[in-house]
């Protein structure tokens, strides 16, 4: 591929399909990027598909989709943005670390190895897919009242709902067990390099009412950079929750992170 304008990889998470950044592609288009949002592995095109298809989700862990990324980017003319929610913000985080973007914003980020904090919201929210330890390899679909628990919590039923029917997908439990279990396990793939120095600037954003990230564990992902000497900031945003990317308010955040990356020059 080849651009004159700075590519901007957008990464979803779990139980989202990737066509919910479509406001944020043409935001980041109208304001002179070149954005795109691949899905993870195997998931179709369309939102419908993904959901006759639940087994093309099973099994894909943490480290699958970080190297389907790692290949699209490796595809690019530049070393391109990368800006992930959930477990796209953790992604975002292993890419940066490993020197392969220019930047990374990870908003409500899923929990890298090194980080204890374990609230009871968050434990909740991983019932869906924790709950039975036979989902290990399998893929989980999120029930009505499971999404309004972990992304819905901050905005209206209706709002909940309607993003539910518009956005959520089945996904792979794996990688909610790896990170949940990353602090037992020497090699967890759910490992950040958070001591790379010599990597571009990373922006962490947290709402403050989110269950399945809570704030107090972006806040501990954010201390883990403490050794590093590179760009580290943390942004909270009050009152918004899990959905903070694709709800009615998804423009205040998406605004502040080109804001922030105007004021870096990226």
Not at 81 to 89: D, E, T
Not at 224 to 238: D, K
Not at 240 to 252: F, I, M, N
Request: charged fraction near 20%; glycine fraction near 8%.
């Amino acid at each position: 591929m080849t651009s004159t304008s700075t590519p901007v990889v957008f990464i979803h998470g779990l139980w989202l399909h990737a066509s919910s950044w479509g406001p944020w592609l043409d935001l980041f288009r109208d304001a002179g990027y070149d954005p795109l949002a691949p899905g993870w592995p195997n998931e179709p095109d369309t939102v419908e598909a993904a959901r006759q298809n639940p087994d093309l989700a099973a099994d894909i862990s943490i480290g699958d989709a970080t190297e389907h990324y790692r290949k699209i980017i490796q595809s690019l003319d530049q070393d391109p943005i990368v800006i992930g929610h959930s477990f796209g913000g953790l992604i975002a985080q292993k890419l940066l670390g490993e020197g392969r973007c220019a930047a990374a914003v990870a908003i409500d980020p899923a929990q890298i190895k090194g980080v204890r904090p374990l609230p009871l919201a968050q434990l909740r929210s991983a019932l869906p897919a924790m709950g039975n330890p036979a989902n290990l390899h399998r893929s989980v679909t999120l029930t009505r009242k499971a999404f309004r628990y972990g992304f819905g919590n901050a905005v209206s039923n209706l709002e909940s709902d309607q993003l539910y029917d518009a956005w959520s997908i089945p996904g792979p439990a794996r990688p909610v067990f790896q990170a949940a279990t990353a602090n037992f396990s020497p090699r967890s793939e759910a490992k950040v390099n958070t001591d790379n120095s010599r990597r571009g600037p990373l922006l962490l954003i947290s709402g403050t009412e989110d269950h399945t990230v809570p704030d107090i564990t972006t806040r501990a992902t954010y201390k883990q950079y403490r050794r590093s000497g590179a760009i580290t900031e943390l942004q909270q945003f009050a009152h918004r929750g899990h959905s903070l990317t694709v709800d009615s308010g998804w423009k205040e955040i998406a605004q502040a992170t080109l804001q922030w990356l105007k004021k870096h020059q990226l």
